[in-house]
């Protein structure tokens, strides 16, 4: 079976483009050829007071704006032991804006001082660094509007920016920095092209929604590596959101090495899908919390294939119920976003070598209008417990108006729903100690063709369900 990354399909130059070994770093970031600094650009040399109150946007612009007239890689530096207050600030190409040792630049909360929808932007720059070992601060509790006990998360305010917007920039590197507490998006790379985000730190709260922690939205050959996430929602989410300005497809995307904690998605690709997604490989992950290990929701008229993930482990659970997900060790369903939308297909896809903890199924469901195919799993092993005191039973297909967002569904190790052409192959389905009623068979097939099950290991949740495995 053509699986993406596997046997069948001539991807591995395409892996080997992806994953940067072709050539090695220096070949795959031109950036990583260029020498240090041509000058400093102290943004207290342009009326930067750095005390945490004084506002320094204008500053701090000066500052961009000198070193990006001086080229060369010049850089914008932002001293440590001082904490800057910015509203919108405007990256330019060919600079290195450097947050040394404990600098923090921290957003203001006044929308006055903001001339876009995020803190830090830029459009169009080639050669643009943003590195150091400072902090983005964001502030994200005020600009909420108050703590939902029920629905545990804070309410957002009608305004809030994102942390990063990054438009169509060419030659981009993202390294050491640390951001926090965003009140919305996180690291948004909107069109970029030939992008690097190494050893970044993000410290958002787990319980404000929307702050995911890094999108390529539209982007294409993006390698992020080495990277600590913290955030309340999709930690890491490649997308193509639908924009007035056609960016092309996200493709040729490598994330590997990574340490993630959040309420929502772990690895990610959807939901926004208005463009191709294709070629990208996720390896060598560790999903500390997620309400789903991985996933892919494609919702619109684009197409997802070549999707891999190698090599990871995960912990999946339920959370309260305004959160996405319910606990699904993994996820991949192609479900139109409303009655009307023209769907996508959604093919094409390898899991191998991944193991992890989780309340719910390892799931696959495709709709009327377009089944999925061509999906792998090896040595994939998942453990199914109940952990939380959140109802389970469920499966989750928002966002869609097409049909319940949530359906009553009972739990098995794999399901397979309006799929075609399924290996699950040297895989196993254990059960914890806790096994609600709902806990069902190992593997579940309904409605799909080309199933197999191959040296599998587990049996169904409860004796009279025997070995476990039906497959309709």
Not at 10 to 20: I, Q
Not at 117 to 137: K, N
Not at 200 to 224: Q, S, T
Not at 346 to 370: F, I, M, P, Q, Y
Request: proline share 3%; net charge negative.
């Amino acid at each position: 079976m053509a699986d993406g990354f596997g046997e069948g399909l001539p991807t591995r130059r395409t892996l080997l483009r992806v994953a940067g070994l072709a050539a090695g770093d220096a070949m795959f970031h031109p950036l990583l050829r260029a020498v240090g600094p041509a000058r400093v650009f102290d943004v207290t040399k342009f009326g930067a007071v750095g005390d945490g109150v004084a506002l320094d946007t204008a500053a701090i612009q000066r500052a961009i704006d000198a070193a990006a007239a001086a080229g060369g890689r010049s850089q914008v530096l932002l001293r440590g032991g001082r904490k800057y207050v910015a509203g919108t600030l405007e990256l330019k190409g060919d600079i290195d804006f450097h947050l040394a040792d404990d600098a923090q630049l921290i957003v203001s909360t006044r929308r006055e001082d903001y001339t876009a929808e995020a803190f830090i932007t830029a459009h169009e720059a080639r050669g643009l660094r943003i590195s150091g070992t400072g902090s983005f601060q964001g502030r994200a509790r005020e600009f909420m509007t108050g703590y939902d006990k029920a629905g545990e998360w804070w309410l957002p305010k009608e305004w809030r920016p994102k942390m990063f917007i990054l438009t169509g920039c060419r030659d981009l590197e993202v390294r050491d920095i640390t951001f926090a507490e965003a009140p919305n998006w996180g690291l948004h790379m909107l069109g970029c092209e030939d992008v690097l985000v190494d050893r970044i730190k993000v410290r958002n709260l787990l319980d404000v929604p929307n702050c995911d922690g890094i999108d390529p939205d539209h982007c294409r050959r993006v390698e992020i590596k080495d990277c600590d996430i913290v955030s309340g929602d999709d930690a890491i989410v490649v997308k193509t959101s639908r924009q007035e300005k056609d960016w092309g497809p996200s493709a040729d995307i490598h994330v590997h090495d990574c340490v993630i904690e959040t309420q929502d998605a772990g690895v990610k690709v959807g939901t926004e899908t208005t463009s191709d997604v294709h070629d990208v490989l996720f390896e060598r992950c560790k999903i500390k919390s997620s309400s789903r290990g991985l996933c892919i929701q494609l919702r619109d008229e684009g197409n997802v294939f070549h999707i891999a993930f190698r090599d990871i482990e995960f912990v999946s659970r339920l959370y309260s119920d305004p959160w996405w997900g319910r606990g699904e060790a993994i996820s991949f369903t192609a479900i139109p976003r409303k009655a009307e939308t023209k769907l996508g297909s959604l093919h094409d896809v390898t899991v191998e070598r991944v193991k992890g903890v989780a309340e719910n199924s390892v799931r696959v469901c495709g709709s009327a209008s377009s089944r999925v195919r061509d999906v792998s799993f090896r040595h994939v092993d998942v453990t199914l417990d109940k952990t939380t005191r959140y109802a389970g039973g469920i499966y989750d297909n928002r966002p869609t108006t097409a049909g319940p967002g949530i359906v009553p569904h009972a739990t098995a190790g794999f399901s397979i729903e309006r799929a075609d052409g399924v290996l699950i192959e040297d895989c196993s389905v254990s059960w914890g100690a806790h096994r609600p009623e709902y806990f069902g068979n190992a593997v579940e097939a309904r409605e799909s063709t080309g199933v197999k099950v191959v040296r599998f290991k587990g049996e169904g949740a409860r004796k009279e369900l025997g070995d476990g495995i039906s497959v309709l």
